[in-house]
C-alpha cells in the first residue's frame, strides 16, 4: 500500500503546477476566507461538526472527541470520494492540506493514497503556507521593475490596466483583486471585498508569475482599497517607481465616470448617504448643493462638480506627498475612453514600460 507524501511548503509552492488537483479540507468558512490558488473546497468537517467536535472535546474530553470525530471525517470522506473525485483515473495527482497538515488533511490523504493515488500533503498545512506568503509578499516587490499608471479620478486607469494585460504586458490591478474602486464611492454593486488574507494571496500568486527583466505596470494606488490594505513592501516599491500620469479633460472623465457609475442612478438613497460621509470634509452646505444636482437629475453638473470639488484636490495632494518621482512623471494624454483613444494610450504606456 502507498502512503501519502509530505512536502514542506516550500517545495510544494515551486511546484503547484505539478498537481491535478489541490484539495483543501477545511471547513467552507475556513476555505472563503482564504485558500491556496485553483484549490477546491473538500471539507472533511464542516463548520458546525467541527464546532461541535471542539465543544466535545472542551466538555468531555479528548477521547471523546476523537471517536466522534473519526465518525464524521469517515462519513464525509466517502461523500467526498463519490461527489468530487470518482471520475479521477489512475494517475490523479492531489495536493491536500488543512490547518496545519494534521488529522484533516491527514485522514484524507491516508484514503486517497491507498485507493492508489499519489497523493502529498504540505507540511505545517495552510498555517506553513500563510507564513510562505506573507514573506514573499514582502520580499518580491523590491525585485520587480514597476511602471505606476497615475492619472486624476475617471482617467481610464483600470481600463487601461486591463487593456495592457490583454496584450501580455505585466500588470497588477489592486482594484481589481480588491473588488472595489478605491474612493468612497468605489463599493462594487453585488460585490463583496476579499478577506486580507484572501487579498494577500491573490497578490501574491500574480507576483510570483512575474518576470523581474520585464515592467510590471500598476495603478497609483493608496495604501487601502476600500477595507484591505496593500502590504507595505509593494506600497514602498511602487511609490519609489517612475510614474506616467494620463491627462484628460473634466468633461472626457466625467462622461467615463459616469457610465462606470452607472448603478448609482439606480440606487440614489445609497448615493446620498455616501454624500452625506463627506460633509465632515467639505461641509454641509456643499454636501447639499450636490444633493440637489441628484434632485433634479442633473447627473452630469454633478459628477465634473465632484471631480473639481473633491476628488481632484485629494488626489493630487496624496500623489505630491506619497510618490516622490513625480516630479519627472511622462504624460499620457487621453484625448477619449472610446477603443481607439484608450489603444492609443496603452501604446504610449507601453513604450514607457519598454524604455
Not at 460633509?279 to 450636490?290: F, I, Y
Request: proline share 5%; net charge positive; aromatic share 6%.
Amino acid at each position: 500500500m502507498k502512503d501519502a507524501i509530505a512536502l514542506p511548503v516550500e517545495q510544494v509552492v515551486a511546484r503547484l503546477h505539478e498537481f491535478n488537483t489541490i484539495v483543501d479540507a477545511r471547513s467552507p468558512s475556513e476555505y472563503a476566507d482564504d485558500h491556496l490558488p485553483g484549490a477546491v473546497s473538500a471539507p472533511v468537517l464542516d463548520d458546525a461538526q467541527r464546532a461541535l467536535v471542539g465543544t466535545v472535546n472542551a466538555e468531555q474530553g479528548a477521547f471523546e472527541a476523537k471517536r466522534l470525530g473519526a465518525a464524521l471525517v469517515s462519513r464525509n470522506i466517502g461523500a467526498l470520494i463519490e461527489r468530487l473525485f470518482a471520475d479521477r483515473d489512475r494517475h490523479w495527482r492531489p495536493l491536500v492540506y488543512c490547518w496545519r497538515g494534521g488529522n484533516r488533511s491527514g485522514s484524507l490523504a491516508t484514503v486517497l493514497a491507498r485507493i492508489g493515488w499519489r497523493t502529498t500533503v504540505i507540511d505545517g498545512g495552510y498555517k506553513a503556507f500563510r507564513r510562505q506568503v506573507i514573506a514573499e509578499l514582502d520580499a518580491r516587490p523590491a525585485g520587480l521593475r514597476f511602471v505606476v499608471v497615475g492619472g486624476r479620478t475617471g482617467s481610464a486607469k483600470s481600463r487601461l490596466l486591463e487593456r495592457l494585460d490583454a496584450r501580455g504586458e505585466q500588470v497588477i490591478d489592486l482594484e481589481a483583486l480588491a473588488s472595489h474602486r478605491g474612493s468612497v464611492l468605489g463599493a462594487l454593486p453585488g460585490a463583496s471585498q476579499p478577506s486580507q488574507k484572501r487579498f494577500e494571496t491573490m497578490l501574491w500568486d500574480r507576483l510570483r508569475a512575474f518576470d523581474p527583466a520585464r515592467p510590471v505596470f500598476v495603478e497609483s494606488e493608496s495604501r487601502k482599497v476600500g477595507q484591505v490594505q496593500v502590504p507595505e513592501a509593494l506600497i514602498h516599491a511602487v511609490r519609489a517607481s517612475p510614474v506616467a500620469v494620463l491627462e484628460a479633460e473634466v468633461p472626457v472623465r466625467a462622461r467615463f465616470l459616469l457610465s462606470e457609475y452607472e448603478h448609482f442612478r439606480r440606487d440614489v438613497p445609497g448615493l446620498i448617504a455616501l454624500l452625506e460621509r463627506l460633509a465632515p470634509l467639505h461641509g454641509a452646505e456643499r454636501v447639499a448643493q450636490w444633493k440637489a444636482l441628484v434632485d433634479a437629475d442633473r447627473w452630469d453638473v454633478l459628477v465634473e462638480r465632484l471631480l473639481v470639488e473633491h476628488y481632484d484636490p485629494s488626489y493630487d495632494r496624496s500623489m505630491r506627498r506619497n510618490f516622490r518621482r513625480l516630479p519627472d512623471a511622462h504624460a499620457v494624454r487621453l484625448e477619449g475612453t472610446d477603443a481607439t483613444a484608450l489603444d492609443r494610450a496603452a501604446d504610449a504606456l507601453a513604450r514607457l514600460g519598454a524604455g
